[in-house]
């Protein structure tokens, strides 16, 4: 994949705190992450549940593989994109699969891909949040956010709306900082079953989209301060 450099993007200092997560702007002022804001205001009843049906042990550990994989393959299409080696070393089982799951997104999640302008890219909204997005460039002929999933199955849109918002924050960050007019997002998801889905999201939905990301980052900052 070609890499085209349309725009010079910033480095964000990020910081870690007590309160989770945060990013530093030019004006010096800490700014929660985009994944902060979305897991204070989230719904944490399935997840509790599930925490408590297979107790904290393998709760712990399913979650540790999970992010190991999740890294690699994230990871690895960094690298893919930057046009550098991006061949998964080691034969264990996260090591196999994290290599076939970026194998699929690469010959078929990035087909939809026309252009590439950045990858892992920090964007702010000076005293508002920041966040790092996973890609940013053309998809389809538009100007897009697109992000990259693992997972353990595909999902049900309805299940990803967090996904959505994500997008939705990232996007808005990027019009303000570079002038663009992103009304795109794009989630490319791969599963532990090794099947790919993409997520569209754009003109009146992606509209809506936004104005709950409002709403989740006002419910924030009314309970966080």
């Known amino acids: 994949m070609l890499l085209t450099e349309k725009i010079e993007y910033k480095k964000l200092e990020r910081v870690t705190t007590a309160e989770g997560r945060k990013y530093v ?12 804001v979305l897991d204070k205001t989230s719904d944490k009843t399935a997840l509790i549940a599930w925490r408590k049906r297979v107790g904290d042990v ?37 090591s196999i699969l994290a290599r076939d799951m970026t194998n ?15 990858t892992e890219i ?13 890609c940013v460039g053309m998809h389809g002929g538009e100007e897009a956010i ?39 997002g794009v989630i490319l998801m791969v599963s532990r079953d090794v099947e790919l889905k993409e997520y569209v999201i754009e ?9 709950l990301w409002t709403a989740r980052l006002e419910e924030y900052y009314s309970k966080f301060g």
């Open 25 to 36: 702007g030019d004006d010096n002022i800490p700014v929660p992450s985009v994944t902060t």
């Open 146 to 184: 697109i992000d990259f999933k693992t997972s353990k199955k595909i999902k049900p849109a309805k299940w990803v709306q967090d996904y959505f918002l994500q997008c939705c924050a990232y996007a808005m960050a990027h019009n303000e900082m570079y002038g663009t007019n992103i009304r795109k």
């Open 58 to 94: 393998e709760a712990n550990r399913v979650s540790k593989e999970s992010a190991g994989l999740g890294t690699k393959v994230h990871n690895a299409l960094e690298q893919y994109i930057l046009g550098e080696d991006y061949e998964i070393k080691g034969n264990n089982f996260v």
């Open 122 to 134: 920090g964007l702010i909204a000076p005293g508002l949040y920041a966040g790092t997005t996973d």
């Open 203 to 211: 003109g009146e939905e992606f509209d809506k989209y936004c104005g």
């Open 104 to 118: 699929l997104m690469i010959n078929e999640g990035f087909t939809g891909v026309d252009e590439v302008w950045g």
